[in-house]
C-alpha cells in the first residue's frame, strides 16, 4: 500500500495571508524541506558552494519578475519563521541545484492523451531525490476569481504539478543544456519554473494563455508539458536561448528528460548523465504503440516498469542502495490530471505502490 497523502486546503485569503497561513500550519515541515535542501546542493557540488549567496539571489529575481508570488512568500516564511531568502531558494530549488552541479539527475515521465471520443487527461511519475519522501503535499487553494488551483509541491514551494479551475494542466520534467553552465557562471537566476508552473495555475483559461507564459527566459532547463480541456497540449522545453516545443503526435505525448525538440537537441546533455531517458520514453512509446490510452489507469499500467535493482531506465524508480544516501532517487508520487473536473488524483509513491524495491521487498517477505 502508498503511503497516505496529505492534503490541505487554504483558506480564501490574500497571497501574503495565504503564504503566513501555510507556513504557520507547515512550520516543521518547511524546516525540515530547507535543511534536506541544504544539505543536497552541498552534496551535488561536492565541494564549497554558498547556499546563502545563491538563496539572496533567487530572493532577488523573484521580487523583480514575480512580484505577487514574492508576497506570498514572504508570508510563508513569517508563517514559518525562516528567513525570506530561504523560502526563496525552495521556490528555485531547480536552479539553485544547476548552479552546485549542472550535471544533474535524470527523473519523471510523462504522458498526455487525448483518446478519440473520451476526454483529455495526463500521467506523471514525480521522481525525486529520497530525502524528500515526506516533503510534499496535495495543496488546494482558491483564487479571488473563484476558480480552485490544485498542486502536488513541496512544502514551502508555491506549486509544481497541477490543475488549475479552467482545466488547464501543467507537469514538469527536468532538463539538461548545455547553456545552463554560461547563467551558473553569470552568476544570475531566471524566472524559477516552479513558479512558472504556478503562473501557469494561477493565470492561464487555456493553453494559448500558457504558451505566452512559458515564454519568460529561464536559466535551469525544465519541460513543462501542458493540456487544456480541448486536449490541446504540448511540451514547451525551456533552457537558456530557447524555448523548443514538442506537439502532440495523433492525441498523445511522451515526456521524459531528454530534448526532443530541434531547438534544444544540440546542446541536450541527458546522454552525459545516463541513457534511463531515452530508455523511459521508448518503453513508453512502445508500450502504448503510437495509440493514445483510453484511461489513466492503462498509463500507470505501463508505468508499473522496473529495471533490476542498481541499474537505470526503470520507469517506476527505486533507489540504488550503492551511491550515497543523500542521492538516493525514486518515485515520490504518482498524479493523474483529469483536466475535464480540474481535479488530481495524488498517490504517493510510484505507480507500484511501494517504496522500496520490489526486489528488497520480495527478499523481506512483503
Same mark, same amino acid.
Given at each position: ?28 515541515? @518547511?524546516?525540515?524541506?530547507?535543511? +534536506? ?71 519523471? +515521465? ?22 524528500? +519522501? ?27 504539478? =497541477? ?26 537566476? =531566471? ?52 524555448? =523548443? ?21 544540440? =546542446?541536450?546533455?541527458?546522454?552525459? @548523465?545516463?541513457?534511463? +531517458? ?36 526503470? @520507469? ?51
Amino acid at each position: 500500500m502508498s503511503a497516505p497523502v496529505t492534503t490541505f486546503t487554504s483558506s480564501v485569503l490574500p497571497p501574503r495571508e495565504r503564504g503566513i497561513e501555510l507556513g504557520e500550519r507547515f512550520r516543521a515541515e @518547511i524546516a525540515a524541506t530547507v535543511a +534536506s535542501y541544504r544539505r543536497l546542493w552541498v552534496t551535488r557540488a561536492g565541494g564549497e558552494f554558498d547556499v546563502d549567496l545563491w538563496a539572496e539571489r533567487a530572493w532577488d529575481t523573484i521580487t523583480r519578475v514575480a512580484p505577487v508570488h514574492a508576497d506570498e512568500i514572504a508570508g510563508i516564511a513569517e508563517g514559518a519563521g525562516r528567513p525570506v531568502e530561504e523560502i526563496a531558494a525552495v521556490n528555485a530549488r531547480t536552479e539553485l541545484l544547476v548552479a552546485a552541479n549542472p550535471t544533474g539527475q535524470s527523473e519523471c +515521465s510523462s504522458v498526455v492523451s487525448a483518446p478519440p471520443g473520451g476526454s483529455p487527461f495526463a500521467v506523471q511519475t514525480w521522481d525525486w531525490y529520497d530525502a524528500m +519522501s515526506d516533503g510534499w503535499f496535495h495543496w488546494r487553494y482558491e483564487q479571488p476569481d473563484g476558480r480552485v488551483v490544485e498542486t502536488v509541491t513541496e512544502y514551502g514551494m508555491l506549486g509544481k504539478i =497541477g490543475v488549475n479551475g479552467y482545466g488547464v494542466g501543467v507537469m514538469l520534467n527536468m532538463l539538461h543544456h548545455a547553456n545552463d553552465a554560461a547563467r551558473v557562471a553569470e552568476g544570475t537566476i =531566471g524566472y524559477p519554473v516552479h513558479l512558472l508552473s504556478r503562473r501557469i495555475m494561477d493565470e492561464a483559461t487555456s493553453f494559448d494563455d500558457a504558451v505566452r507564459i512559458v515564454q519568460a527566459p529561464t536559466s535551469a532547463s525544465t519541460s513543462l508539458t501542458v493540456v487544456d480541456r480541448s486536449g490541446t497540449g504540448a511540451t514547451f522545453e525551456l533552457f537558456p536561448g530557447g524555448p =523548443g516545443r514538442l506537439d502532440p503526435a495523433d492525441g498523445l505525448l511522451v515526456r521524459t528528460n531528454h530534448f526532443v525538440s530541434p531547438e534544444g537537441e544540440a =546542446g541536450c546533455l541527458a546522454s552525459t @548523465i545516463s541513457d534511463s +531517458s531515452t530508455t523511459r520514453r521508448d518503453k513508453l512509446l512502445a508500450a502504448f504503440g503510437g495509440t493514445p490510452p483510453a484511461t489513466p489507469a492503462d498509463v500507470v499500467a505501463a508505468m508499473t516498469d522496473h529495471e533490476p535493482e542498481g541499474e537505470v531506465g526503470g @520507469i517506476c524508480c527505486h533507489p540504488d542502495r550503492a551511491m550515497d544516501p543523500v542521492l538516493w532517487h525514486r518515485t515520490l508520487a504518482t498524479v493523474a490530471i483529469d483536466v475535464a473536473s480540474s481535479t488530481l488524483d495524488v498517490r504517493a509513491d510510484g505507480p507500484c505502490g511501494r517504496r522500496e524495491h520490489p526486489a528488497a521487498a520480495a527478499t523481506a517477505g512483503v
